[in-house]
């Protein structure tokens, strides 16, 4: 089990958000993103969001062994498209906030 699957460790970074107010949004981004890649993994990867009470790994696909390579089983599953719309969404929202002007641009000292 990878240390960033543990569940438990980002209700400790909540907490640490707590006492370094001036770190506050970046440790809650953090937590909000890693967060997400442990529900993208609980797809079809397997997460046990009950450690370290449980080894009980949850998924919710199984993904095949139908390439040589394990990898392609994952990149050519149906789920992947998933994680392709989330990085899309990303992607048009950057090149939104990169068009609008900041605040204050044009405006002389």
């Not at 890649?37 to 199984?62: C, K, N, Y």
Request: with cysteine; proline share 6%.
């Amino acid at each position: 089990m990878f240390l960033a699957h543990l569940p438990a460790g980002y209700l400790l970074a909540r907490q640490l958000a707590k006492l370094r107010p001036e770190r506050r949004a970046l440790i809650l981004t953090g937590c909000a993103a890693s967060l997400l890649h442990m529900v993208l993994d609980s797809l079809t990867g397997g997460i046990a969001w009950l450690a370290p009470l449980s080894d009980l790994e949850l998924r919710l696909v199984e993904v095949l062994a139908r390439h040589g390579w394990w990898v392609w089983n994952f990149v050519l599953h149906w789920t992947m498209l998933i994680e392709v719309l989330i990085l899309s969404a990303f992607a048009i929202a950057l090149c939104r906030d990169l068009r609008r002007p900041s605040p204050g641009a044009g405006v002389a000292p």
